[in-house]
């Protein structure tokens, strides 16, 4: 069973910076779509960004030129890096892993990791 572990958010001012982490374990990671999500209190959960196994990336409009995602299929992880941020950016980020085995898909969550952006 695959699992993810998310960290490194928190608390950050407004025009700041935070670096999220997702370590994957317990299945193949390399051949792996990775996204991150994010819900914000009373929305819905959105897509902010996807890096396919060949490492090509999309980003939500809204996140655009702040945010980049990157993986290491070294260490099994990806990697969220998030600049210039808004207080609308304040959310639990998720990420979530897709592919397929035997013929199969396979989705798994991560728990979150809060991100809070205020002065």
């Known amino acids: 069973q695959g699992q993810l572990v998310e960290a490194g958010g928190g608390l950050v001012q407004p025009g700041g910076s935070l670096r999220l982490s997702c370590a994957a374990s317990?299945?193949?990671?390399?051949?792996?779509?990775m996204h991150w999500y994010r819900q914000a209190p009373g929305k819905e959960r959105e897509l902010v960004a996807t890096?396919?196994?060949?490492?090509?990336?999309n980003t939500a409009d809204s996140v655009k030129g702040r945010f980049t995602i990157s993986r290491d299929n070294d260490k099994n992880t990806v990697f969220l890096q998030m600049n210039s941020l808004k207080p609308d950016d304040t959310a639990v980020y998720y990420c979530?892993?897709?592919?397929?085995?035997?013929?199969?898909?396979?989705?798994?969550w991560g728990q979150g990791t809060q991100v809070t952006v205020s002065s």
């Open positions: 317990g299945f193949t990671f390399s051949t792996s779509v």
């Open positions: 979530n892993a897709r592919g397929f085995k035997f013929f199969r898909q396979y989705v798994y």
């Open positions: 890096i396919t196994s060949g490492g090509g990336t």
